[in-house]
């Protein structure tokens, strides 16, 4: 191996916080294959082993077969792919950051509306203590306003005076 691993370039602990509930298995599943995958590579040692060529001298009866071996073990290299897509992802990410950024403001903004809302909702008093009036004051466009707006039994919709089905609106436009 050129060289070894140390550690892990994952960071697990933040990989996990990204991960939803409902997929905690299969991340598991992932961490431990890879958990797999760097204990067999760590299983091999960080070198090959040295060869005693003079040994090999001793046994071999053919002259100059150790010596040919020996120039083409020392002159074999692995080829290792060159990295040519991180450059490529970077300038992805450089790209999208922005837009994530973005998206994460939005999202947050929504997030300030709903807890005011969620604020607004728990500083009501509870359903059981409140009364028709206080209904009216907190929602008076959904309260029964007798004076302002009379309704007939059962008070909905389909049983007011100027109702118009929505087949007849869908005809008059």
Same mark, same amino acid.
């Given at each position: 191996m050129a060289k070894r691993f140390t550690k892990s370039a994952i960071?697990?602990?933040?990989?996990?916080?990204?991960?939803?509930p409902e997929q905690k298995t299969k991340f598991l599943a992932f961490k431990a294959k890879a958990d797999m995958y760097l204990r067999?590579?760590?299983?091999?040692?960080?070198?090959?082993?040295?060869?005693?060529?003079e040994e090999y001298?001793?046994?071999v009866p053919v002259t100059g077969l150790v010596d040919k071996l020996k120039t083409a073990y020392s002159g074999?290299?692995?080829?290792?792919?060159? #990295?040519?897509?991180? !450059?490529k992802v970077d300038e992805q990410w450089k790209e999208l *950051?922005?837009?994530?950024?973005? $998206?994460?403001?939005?999202r947050q903004k929504d997030i300030e509306v709903?807890?005011?809302?969620? #604020?607004?909702?728990? !500083?009501?008093?509870?359903f059981e203590?409140?009364?028709? *009036?206080?209904?009216?004051?907190? $929602?008076?466009k959904q309260a029964l306003d007798?004076?302002?707006?009379?309704?007939?039994?059962?008070?909905d919709a389909e049983e007011q005076l100027d109702y118009v089905p929505p087949q007849a609106k869908a005809v008059k436009k």
């Open positions: 960071n697990w602990i933040e990989f996990e916080k990204q991960v939803p067999r590579v760590q299983a091999n040692p960080a070198e090959p082993p040295k060869i005693n060529w001298q001793k046994i074999f290299k692995v080829p290792y792919p060159t #990295d040519t897509l991180s !450059a *950051e922005p837009k994530i950024k973005e $998206y994460c403001a939005e709903a807890q005011k809302e969620l #604020d607004r909702i728990k !500083a009501l008093p509870k203590d409140m009364t028709m *009036e206080t209904f009216y004051d907190v $929602y008076p007798p004076v302002n707006r009379p309704t007939f039994w059962p008070h």
